[in-house]
C-alpha cells in the first residue's frame, strides 16, 4: 500500500481554503514545538454557521492536508458542529494517515478548536472550559 491515499496526496497538492479571512470572526493558531509546524485557521461566522473558513498552515503535507479536509468538513455547519471534529475524522476522510503522521491531524481539530474559543471570547459567549481542556497539550508531538 502507497504511504499516502490518494486523497492526502490530492489535498495536499490541491488545498482548499488556503488563505487569510480579512475581519474575520475567529482566529486559532497551533503549533507543534517537536517539528515546528505551525497552523492557523480563519473563521467568518454568520448567526452561529460558519460561512467561510481559511487556513494558513506552515508544515508538512499531512498536515496541509488535514487543514484543507477539516476546513471542508466545518465550511456550513455550525459552531457547535466544529467543536465536535476530531482529528481521527479527518483521518478518516483522509482514507487514513501513517501512525507517525496523526499528530499532524491533531494540530487540525485544535486549530479550529482554538478559532471558536477566540471567536468565544470575542462575543463574550459563556462556555464551559472543559472543551477546550488539553489545547495546549495538542501542540505535542508524538514523533520520534
Ligand atoms: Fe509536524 Fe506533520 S504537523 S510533521
Do not use: Q, W
Request: proline letters at 2%; charged letters at 25%.
Amino acid at each position: 500500500m502507497a504511504l499516502y491515499s490518494e486523497k492526502v496526496m490530492d489535498h495536499f497538492k490541491n488545498p482548499r481554503n488556503v488563505g487569510i479571512i480579512e475581519n474575520a470572526d475567529g482566529i486559532g493558531e497551533v503549533g507543534n514545538p517537536v517539528c515546528g509546524d505551525i497552523m492557523k485557521i480563519y473563521l467568518k461566522i454568520d448567526n452561529g454557521i460558519i460561512k467561510d473558513v481559511k487556513f494558513e498552515t506552515f508544515g508538512c503535507g499531512s498536515a496541509i492536508a488535514s487543514s484543507s479536509m477539516a476546513t471542508e468538513m466545518i465550511k456550513g455547519k455550525t459552531v457547535e458542529e466544529a467543536l465536535l471534529l476530531t482529528n481521527k475524522a479527518v483521518t478518516e476522510a483522509l482514507d487514513g494517515l501513517p501512525a507517525h503522521k496523526i499528530h499532524c491531524s491533531v494540530l487540525a481539530e485544535e486549530a479550529i478548536k482554538s478559532a471558536v474559543k477566540d471567536y468565544y471570547d470575542k462575543n463574550n459567549v459563556a462556555y464551559d472550559n472543559s472543551i477546550f481542556k488539553g489545547l495546549d497539550n495538542a501542540t505535542a508531538c508524538h514523533r520520534h
